[in-house]
């Protein structure tokens, strides 16, 4: 009875993909995210649902493999000239998709690029860091950096998407948004914002021939719509599942439920920056201590979710495990506006995505009735995730927002430094011993001293409390049966890793 209920509840939904079960083409994957990407520059965006699509036709110098270990991949190998210089020895006979060659120059084009500050890219990582590229030979670079950088690396296996220069060149930048040229394993074929993105194999691909010859990424930001297309046959992965679909998805024959501890964090970050009450570290850590976040996670996010002390996980290096939560007190949390001068509360507004991440907007929602439990005249604002992110990229998550940060490098400054370094691509905070900190640690080549000065800055996170809350999340997929493909830690959906079940 349960069963039919959920089917019958489903089934208009069904009749948007125009049938029951006629299916996906064969020699087609469609992969469903919440989100279109906002842009196809892979250098100016910051969001996970672009770098899904933009992976599979852009390579980078270095990848993460499905151990989440650092692989050469442009890169035959590289290595460490002193604390200022990197070598970069680069794979022969890689050409682009529009035939041209991949070589230094290549590399020397798309990193000092990316190193412009005048392009007002949105990675901005290597802005005042590399300093120039050397080209040694047509297959050799080294990277001079403007101080020491010990993870130049890590950054590469996650950005630094290379570029063909003469096509670039040619077709001007603005061009590189709709009509991406990579030497990665799919070529794009056509883009239908908010419908469907098409991309086809590269027989040319210097890896070899793909087993899957054509891709569609669809967004589709309602979690039953996208369940609706994996058991139409429609969609072969889904991404965001709420926990309650999921068992919609344990369909013999048809799909199955595929979940991973992420390295994903979601977090409530205020805006310090803009005055009003939350400009107030008082009232910072008094929203903090209203919200109960475990009842959150069991109840709203049916426990796939894993509260923090800290803005990393434990995957990341820089995490600090002696750290806790704030934890959930809305009585101390009633002194503390009281103290600030907010006995009677104040107006305060949540901006929160829909779709985008798991049950985002009922969790905004959940927090948004503890804040009004304690005397906060709280509400929430959906948006559609473009313009969501937009206003975050405009530093307008005032006075508060939703936001998750897959924190794909693996390292500390990947979190710290978009996040919440004065001015950065997503900062809406500023804070003179937290900026120092993370300086340091971006110019430190020792580990050991680079865990200390993080530690200091969990530290002052949790003391100076810019997020109201964070928690790991739990990444839950939706697969095709016919489909073969493991689940990854980062979320990367690397089509060249897929195959068809014989």
């Not at 054509?214 to 967004?219: D, E, N, T």
């Not at 206003?391 to 924190?407: E, S, V």
């Not at 697969?479 to 990367?492: I, L, M, N, P, Q």
Request: aromatic letters at 10%; a positive charge; glycine letters at 6%.
């Amino acid at each position: 009875m349960r069963k039919m209920k959920l089917f019958v509840f489903l089934l208009p939904v069904f009749l948007l993909f125009g049938g029951i079960a006629f299916g996906a083409p064969k020699d087609t994957v469609v992969i469903a995210q919440g989100v279109d990407p906002g842009t196809l520059d892979p250098h100016n965006h910051q969001e996970t649902p672009a770098f899904n699509v933009l992976l599979n036709i852009y390579d980078t110098l270095l990848i993460r493999d499905d151990n989440l270990k650092i692989q050469p991949l442009l890169a035959s190998s590289y290595k460490v000239i002193d604390e200022k210089t990197w070598e970069f020895k680069l794979q022969k006979g890689v050409k682009f998709h529009n035939g041209e060659d991949f070589n230094a120059a290549s590399v020397k084009f798309t990193l000092e690029r990316m190193a412009d500050p005048a392009k007002k890219l949105k990675q901005s990582y290597f802005q005042g860091i590399i300093s120039r590229v050397d080209i040694v030979d047509d297959y050799t670079v080294r990277v001079l950096t403007t101080k020491p950088y010990p993870f130049l690396d890590a950054q590469l296996s996650h950005v630094g998407a290379m570029l063909p220069p003469k096509h670039v060149q040619a077709k001007g930048e603005k061009d590189l948004a709709a009509n991406p040229v990579g030497t990665g394993a799919y070529k794009f074929v056509k883009w239908v914002k908010d419908d469907q993105l098409v991309l086809e194999a590269n027989p040319n691909y210097w890896r070899g021939a793909p087993r899957i010859k054509k891709v569609i990424f669809r967004p589709i930001p309602e979690a039953t719509t996208r369940v609706a297309g994996l058991q139409t046959q429609e969609v072969d992965i889904i991404v965001n599942i709420p926990p309650h679909l999921s068992r919609l998805m344990q369909w013999k024959g048809r799909s199955y439920v595929a979940k991973i501890p992420s390295s994903r964090v979601i977090f409530m970050a205020f805006d310090t920056t803009k005055g009003g009450p939350v400009a107030d570290k008082r009232v910072r850590k008094a929203i903090a201590h209203s919200i109960n976040l475990e009842n959150i996670i069991k109840k709203v996010l049916e426990g796939h979710g894993m509260r923090l002390g800290v803005p990393l996980t434990q995957y990341h290096f820089g995490y600090e495990p002696s750290i806790q939560p704030y934890p959930y007190d809305p009585e101390k949390a009633k002194k503390l506006l009281a103290e600030a001068g907010y006995a009677q509360g104040f107006d305060f507004v949540l901006l929160s995505p829909n779709g985008r991440y798991l049950n985002d907007k009922e969790v905004a929602e959940a927090v948004v009735g503890d804040l009004r439990k304690v005397g906060i005249n709280a509400s929430i604002k959906v948006q559609e995730w473009g313009t969501h992110i937009g206003m975050l990229y405009a530093f307008k998550g005032n006075p508060a927002h939703i936001l998750g940060w897959g924190g794909a490098t693996f390292d500390a400054d990947g979190t710290f430094f978009p996040l919440m370094r004065t001015n950065q691509v997503l900062s809406h905070f500023s804070n003179a011993s937290l900026d120092s900190l993370i300086d340091q640690a971006r110019s430190v080549m020792s580990q050991e001293k680079r865990q200390k000065i993080y530690s200091e800055a969990c530290k002052i996170f949790q003391e100076e409390v810019p997020w109201a809350f964070v928690y790991q999340q739990v990444d839950i997929y939706g697969v095709s049966e016919r489909v073969e493909w493991k689940a990854r830690g980062d979320e990367k959906l690397i089509v060249f890793n897929m195959s068809f079940k014989k």
